[in-house]
């Protein structure tokens, strides 16, 4: 399908029309196809999100209310407008992300089935299409006639004065242009990207084995355009990849990709990737086990970044890995009480299978270390129910062990509204997990709750100290 990538253009006279006014209350007006958009949100990407419920993939034309187009102090036209673009580019990501459904799996039979066929393949591209304009100098001339921000003359002197010379408001007008739409097209790459994760976090775990999602990572670096990629599927595993994989049919998988962009650091990346979690012999419950096919969210997230830096053809140099298995019960399967070693020569006591993940992270996290020489390494897992019951859907759970990366990674959140809030480590945590016959159990001993901080304590026995790590704990956030 040819995907229409973002238009931007200021002299497309539509009959649609989207108006997005400040509002004390939040409401959708539509009239005869034309959308009046009140509300009193500062944040354009949830705006966005807001109005993707409502427009399908017709075109519009877009006029943003003055106190939200020039509600900058500046009388600076130029800085002015670069809040605009950035208002633009929220926008357009939040129309994107919100309007983006997973394709499904339905069979296509009805008398409709040709317009279904299209919807289908729309939705297979995990994009909507959509062609906006913005009228920015329709917005120009409302606000240089309002009676808002009167303090800002200033600005509304620079604006009459454009108008008054036409070749002037032209250049300006093919610069805004140019500049917003390389800056969408950068946008469109990153939702591109976060929807391909979300594709693989929806899909059935009989389409999404750990040998379905090795082939997936294969074909992002066959269909790299720069060639800096390279993905390497190790399938002769051991330690713990190898000893929670033994339950199922499913051969294990670890996923090692490599970018390197340019001169610097290497950032080290680690997904989990369970791509069904039965919780082995310990069994979960019936209820809600078919959203165990979720545990490989992770390594959807990682696996979607490494796409991204290709397609980008980004300059930094970020490695990453990715422990794929599936935890089931059977006659070969880990038992509870079993003493396993994990690739760094550890032993692990389990008493839980169900607390496979970090038996398979904990491998992950000492190749990237040992193998590919990361020495800040961030790692995204499922991993604990605990973290919901704390921080529920909302904030994903934070361990760290060096502050500027924790500030990092909750800066970065805030600004796509992807909360962190950071939880402690702490020694007394750590002893939770002592053994009497291994170096460490897999759980914290009965009773002594804090099972959130205790598996990132867990993982944190397998960091080197001069290793900058984080951990990110998305059980509550990724479905």
Same mark, same amino acid.
């Given at each position: 399908?040819?995907?229409?990538?973002?238009?931007?253009?200021?002299?497309?006279?539509?009959?649609?029309?989207?108006?997005?006014?400040?509002?004390?209350?939040?409401?959708?007006?539509?009239?005869?196809?034309?959308?009046?958009?009140?509300?009193?949100?500062?944040?354009?990407?949830?705006?966005?999100?807001?109005?993707?419920?409502?427009?399908?993939?017709?075109?519009?034309?877009?006029?943003?209310?003055?106190?939200?187009?020039?509600?900058?102090?500046?009388?600076?036209?130029?800085?002015?407008?670069?809040?605009?673009?950035?208002?633009?580019?929220?926008?357009?990501?939040?129309?994107?992300?919100?309007?983006?459904?997973?394709?499904?799996?339905?069979?296509?039979?009805?008398?409709?089935?040709?317009?279904?066929?299209?919807?289908?393949?729309?939705?297979?591209?995990?994009?909507?299409?959509?062609?906006?304009?913005?009228?920015?100098?329709?917005?120009?001339?409302?606000?240089?006639?309002?009676?808002?921000?009167?303090?800002?003359?200033?600005?509304?002197?620079?604006?009459?004065?454009?108008?008054?010379?036409?070749?002037?408001?032209?250049?300006?007008?093919?610069?805004?242009?140019?500049?917003?739409?390389?800056?969408?097209?950068? +946008?469109?790459?990153?939702?591109?990207?976060?929807?391909?994760?979300?594709?693989?976090?929806?899909?059935?775990?009989?389409?999404?084995?750990?040998?379905?999602?090795?082939?997936?990572?294969?074909?992002?670096?066959?269909?790299?355009?720069?060639?800096?990629?390279?993905?390497?599927?190790?399938?002769?595993?051991?330690?713990?990849?190898?000893?929670?994989?033994?339950?199922?049919?499913?051969?294990?998988?670890?996923?090692?990709?490599?970018?390197?962009?340019?001169?610097?650091?290497?950032?080290?990346?680690?997904?989990?990737?369970?791509?069904?979690?039965?919780?082995?012999?310990?069994?979960?419950?019936?209820?809600?086990?078919?959203?165990?096919?979720?545990?490989?969210?992770?390594?959807?997230?990682?696996?979607?970044?490494?796409?991204?830096?290709?397609?980008?053809?980004?300059?930094?140099? +970020?490695?990453?890995?990715?422990?794929?298995?599936?935890?089931?019960?059977?006659?070969?399967?880990?038992?509870?009480?079993?003493?396993?070693?994990?690739?760094?020569?550890?032993?692990?006591?389990?008493?839980?299978?169900?607390?496979?993940?970090?038996?398979?992270?904990?491998?992950?996290?000492?190749?990237?270390?040992?193998?590919?020489?990361?020495?800040?390494?961030?790692?995204?897992?499922?991993?604990?129910?605990? +973290?919901?019951?704390?921080?529920?859907?909302?904030?994903?759970?934070?361990?760290?062990?060096?502050?500027?990366?924790?500030?990092?990674?909750?800066?970065?959140?805030?600004?796509?509204?992807?909360?962190?809030?950071?939880?402690?480590?702490?020694?007394?945590?750590?002893?939770?997990?002592?053994?009497?016959?291994?170096?460490?159990?897999?759980?914290?001993?009965?009773?002594?709750?804090?099972?959130?901080?205790?598996?990132?304590?867990?993982?944190?026995?397998?960091?080197?100290?001069?290793?900058?790590?984080?951990?990110?704990?998305?059980?509550?956030?990724?479905?």
């Amino acid at each position: 399908m040819n995907k229409k990538i973002f238009k931007v253009c200021f002299d497309m006279k539509l009959d649609k029309t989207i108006s997005i006014k400040k509002s004390k209350k939040n409401k959708c007006e539509m009239l005869d196809g034309n959308i009046t958009f009140f509300s009193n949100e500062e944040d354009f990407l949830l705006i966005g999100i807001e109005l993707s419920k409502h427009i399908g993939i017709d075109n519009y034309n877009v006029n943003l209310d003055s106190n939200y187009l020039f509600e900058t102090e500046t009388n600076d036209l130029n800085s002015n407008f670069l809040s605009f673009g950035d208002k633009v580019k929220k926008l357009y990501e939040g129309l994107m992300l919100g309007s983006w459904k997973y394709s499904g799996h339905k069979t296509m039979n009805n008398e409709d089935s040709e317009a279904s066929l299209d919807k289908s393949n729309l939705a297979k591209s995990g994009l909507m299409e959509i062609n906006l304009s913005f009228d920015l100098e329709k917005s120009l001339l409302e606000f240089n006639n309002s009676n808002t921000n009167e303090f800002n003359q200033t600005l509304r002197d620079a604006i009459y004065e454009m108008n008054l010379n036409p070749e002037l408001k032209k250049n300006y007008l093919k610069e805004c242009l140019e500049k917003i739409t390389y800056e969408i097209d950068e +946008v469109r790459k990153i939702c591109e990207c976060t929807n391909f994760a979300r594709e693989l976090v929806e899909m059935p775990s009989n389409f999404l084995t750990p040998s379905i999602f090795a082939e997936k990572a294969k074909k992002i670096e066959k269909e790299s355009e720069n060639k800096k990629l390279k993905i390497t599927i190790i399938e002769e595993v051991s330690g713990g990849i190898l000893e929670v994989s033994k339950g199922s049919l499913e051969k294990p998988k670890l996923i090692v990709c490599e970018y390197y962009g340019g001169e610097g650091e290497i950032l080290g990346l680690v997904g989990k990737g369970v791509t069904f979690d039965s919780g082995g012999l310990s069994l979960k419950p019936a209820k809600s086990m078919e959203d165990m096919k979720t545990d490989m969210a992770g390594a959807a997230n990682v696996l979607s970044i490494m796409k991204l830096l290709s397609d980008t053809n980004s300059k930094k140099n +970020v490695v990453a890995v990715m422990p794929c298995v599936e935890n089931m019960p059977s006659g070969s399967a880990l038992k509870p009480g079993d003493v396993i070693s994990a690739m760094s020569g550890q032993t692990i006591e389990v008493l839980n299978t169900d607390a496979e993940g970090r038996l398979i992270l904990c491998d992950a996290l000492w190749y990237i270390q040992e193998k590919l020489n990361a020495k800040t390494v961030i790692d995204f897992a499922t991993l604990t129910g605990s +973290v919901v019951v704390g921080l529920g859907e909302l904030f994903a759970g934070l361990f760290s062990n060096d502050d500027f990366l924790s500030e990092s990674l909750i800066k970065s959140g805030k600004r796509k509204s992807e909360f962190l809030c950071r939880l402690p480590l702490h020694k007394n945590y750590d002893k939770l997990i002592d053994s009497d016959i291994a170096d460490m159990c897999n759980i914290q001993k009965p009773g002594s709750g804090a099972g959130s901080i205790t598996a990132a304590q867990f993982l944190q026995r397998f960091v080197k100290k001069d290793t900058k790590w984080a951990h990110i704990d998305i059980a509550g956030t990724a479905y």
